[in-house]
C-alpha cells in the first residue's frame, strides 16, 4: 500500500463518517484499563496518524470527554462508538480505533501494550512483542507466544 492511501471509517450508527490518509505511525492492541471499560472490551487496537490525516466529515456528532489529565476520548453522540483517543503527550497525533475502518490500513497490529494491565482472562498467543510497566511500553515478557 503507498502512502496517501485513504481508508474511510465510521461509528456503528454512521453518524460519524471520517477519512484517514496513511501512512499511519504505529499499531498497538491497548490492554490499559481505560480502555477496556471505555469500550466494553478485552482490548482496543489503535493505530495513530498525525492530526492533519484524519478528515472528519462530522465533527459535531463527536463528543469528545477527557479521560484522564493528559488524555481525551471521542465517541459518537448518538450510538456511543469510542472513535478517537488524544493525549497532550503526543499533541500532534490522533489514535483511531481500528475497528472502526471499513478496509484496511498500511499496517498490521505491532504489538501489545500495558499488557500487565490486561484482564486476568485475557489469553494472546499472536508472538508479538509484550509491553508494560508504568509507561505500558516497557518490555515485560520475551515475544515466544507464551502465555502466563
Ligand atoms: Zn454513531
Ligand atoms: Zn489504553
Known sequence: M?????VRGS???G?????VTMPSLFCVHCHCSMCRR????????WFSVPSDQLALETPDALVRRASSDHGARSA????????????THRPDQVDVVLSNMHGPIDRE????????????????????PRLGGATGLEP???ADGSTR
Do not use: K, N, Y
Open 11 to 13: 461509528c456503528f450508527c
Open 76 to 87: 459518537c453522540g448518538r450510538c456511543g462508538t469510542p472513535l478517537f483517543f488524544e493525549s
Open 38 to 45: 471505555t469500550h466494553g472490551a478485552a482490548f482496543v487496537t
Open 109 to 128: 497490529p505491532q504489538m501489545h501494550v500495558f499488557f500487565d494491565d490486561r484482564a486476568a482472562w485475557t489469553r494472546v498467543a499472536d508472538g508479538l
Open 140 to 142: 515485560i515478557e520475551p
Open 2 to 6: 503507498s502512502s496517501g492511501q485513504q
Open 15 to 19: 453518524e460519524v463518517r471520517f477519512t
